[in-house]
């Protein structure tokens, strides 16, 4: 598969940018309210921002999620190699 997942995840999503509560379960395992308190003090594992006010909703940029996407796969590939052959 040659496409990106930058790429993948606009399609999935229709957009470059999605609104936190449409990915916080699945991306960071977390319940809405949550991840938007963890977003006000920058403290997911991406950069948030909002488009409006205060009161506007929490937004990621789909290259952010892609790329933490592929360095989780990166490091998990260095753990199943080095665990390969340490058996």
Known sequence: MNR???EILVQR???????????CGDFFGMEE??????????????PT???GSQKS???VHIE?????????????????IGMAYAA
Request: aromatic share 8%; no cysteine.
């Open 4 to 6: 990106s997942t930058a």
């Open 13 to 23: 999503f229709g957009s470059p940018i999605v609104e936190l509560t449409a990915i």
């Open 33 to 46: 309210g949550q991840a938007r308190r963890k977003a006000a003090t920058n403290q997911l594992p991406v």
């Open 49 to 51: 921002f909002r488009t």
């Open 57 to 59: 909703p929490w937004f």
């Open 64 to 80: 952010d999620l892609a790329q933490l996407i592929d360095e989780q796969r990166a490091q998990a590939k260095r753990h199943h």
